[in-house]
């Protein structure tokens, strides 16, 4: 298993500093979804147990129903705002198994647009519907590649230097963040975007590396929670571009929850705690 390197911290935020609360409940419980938007315009898409078309539209408070996806799936990722989101990869119903079909909301119906150049789940996805940014995965092999959406199609661009899946994103398509995931042993690691090329960035601060966890925000100040091992997580981080603090536990563990919002106003969404599928969200502040 990957190991934290010597520049990775172990610090705590000062109690009462931060929180989570409870926010409202999805109106299906799943779980490997994805999410996109603020904590107070958020939409959640996909998911399972099954290869879920339902998409959910939050207003801060409450979730109501929003357009199906045109393509049901699992493991996809997310990018956007609630009424400019996009989806793409996943696992879809048997035979079309692992897709690379993309699809581009505008806050009422999904839209095709231009397919991945490679076909993957458990995939991680940042930027925006128009400049979008799609990282790892498997396909069913471990997978490094990165590409670039411009609102039509993707192209390639700079490999991960270590390839993983059940990862997560923040940022943008220049500024990009990835972090954690499995490789396939679960890996601490971080690695930072330009636009061109992946480096290097500090070590997240759980001691075996951690894997299904969600994440938000941008590549200097990003979130990190959930995941496991062991099942269902509740840790907290925080990044500032440099390295990882550990803050305000999750009230509920959990694995592969979708993410929206930024660092300091954002939303954890679903997920899986052992047997039992979530649909309980969190705020944090």
Same mark, same amino acid.
């Given at each position: 298993?990957?190991?934290?390197?010597?520049?990775?911290?172990?610090?705590?935020?000062?109690?009462?500093?931060?929180? %989570?609360? /409870? *926010? =409202?409940?999805?109106?299906? @419980? +799943?779980?490997? $979804?994805? #999410? !996109?938007?603020?904590?107070?315009? &958020?939409?959640?898409?996909?998911?399972?147990?099954?290869?879920?078309?339902?998409?959910?539209?939050?207003?801060?408070?409450?979730?109501?129903?929003?357009?199906?996806?045109?393509?049901?799936?699992?493991?996809?990722?997310?990018?956007?705002?609630?009424?400019?989101?996009?989806?793409?990869?996943?696992?879809?119903?048997?035979?079309?198994?692992?897709?690379?079909?993309?699809?581009?909301?505008?806050?009422?119906? %999904?839209? /095709? *647009? =231009?397919?991945?150049?490679? @076909? +993957?789940?458990? $995939?991680? #996805? !940042?930027?925006?519907?128009?400049? &979008?940014?799609?990282?790892?995965?498997?396909?069913?092999?471990?997978?490094?590649?990165?590409?670039?959406?411009?609102?039509?199609?993707?192209?390639?661009?700079?490999?991960?230097?270590?390839?993983?899946?059940?990862?997560?994103?923040?940022?943008?398509?220049?500024?990009?963040?990835?972090?954690?995931?499995?490789?396939?042993?679960?890996?601490?690691?971080?690695?930072?975007?330009?636009?061109?090329?992946?480096?290097?960035?500090?070590?997240?601060?759980?001691?075996?590396? +951690?894997?299904? $966890?969600? #994440?938000?925000?941008?590549?200097?100040? &990003?979130?990190?929670?959930?995941?496991?091992?062991?099942?269902?997580?509740?840790?907290?981080?925080?990044?500032?571009?440099?390295?990882?603090?550990?803050?305000?536990?999750?009230?509920?563990?959990?694995?592969?929850?979708?993410?929206?919002?930024?660092?300091?106003?954002?939303?954890?969404?679903?997920?899986?705690?052992?047997?039992?599928?979530?649909?309980?969200?969190?705020?944090?502040?």
């Amino acid at each position: 298993k990957t190991t934290p390197s010597s520049t990775t911290t172990t610090t705590t935020t000062a109690a009462g500093t931060d929180t %989570w609360s /409870a *926010g =409202g409940a999805l109106i299906t @419980a +799943r779980a490997i $979804l994805a #999410g !996109a938007g603020t904590q107070n315009e &958020a939409v959640a898409f996909g998911g399972t147990p099954a290869y879920f078309t339902c998409t959910e539209e939050y207003n801060g408070s409450a979730w109501s129903t929003g357009g199906s996806l045109i393509v049901g799936r699992y493991g996809l990722a997310g990018a956007g705002t609630q009424n400019a989101a996009l989806a793409f990869g996943g696992a879809a119903t048997p035979p079309a198994f692992t897709v690379g079909c993309t699809e581009e909301y505008d806050g009422a119906s %999904w839209s /095709a *647009g =231009g397919a991945l150049i490679t @076909a +993957r789940d458990t $995939l991680a #996805g !940042a930027g925006t519907q128009n400049e &979008a940014l799609a990282f790892g995965g498997q396909a069913p092999g471990v997978l490094s590649c990165t590409e670039e959406y411009n609102g039509t199609t993707w192209s390639s661009g700079g490999a991960l230097i270590t390839g993983r899946f059940a990862l997560a994103g923040a940022g943008t398509q220049n500024s990009g963040l990835a972090f954690g995931g499995s490789s396939p042993a679960s890996t601490c690691s971080t690695e930072e975007y330009n636009g061109t090329s992946w480096s290097a960035g500090g070590n997240m601060n759980a001691p075996t590396g +951690r894997a299904t $966890l969600g #994440g938000t925000g941008t590549q200097n100040a &990003a979130l990190a929670f959930g995941g496991q091992p062991p099942v269902g997580l509740n840790c907290v981080e925080k990044y500032d571009g440099t390295s990882w603090t550990i803050v305000s536990p999750l009230i509920t563990g959990r694995c592969y929850p979708a993410g929206a919002g930024v660092q300091n106003t954002a939303l954890a969404i679903g997920g899986v705690s052992g047997p039992t599928l979530l649909s309980c969200t969190e705020e944090y502040n």
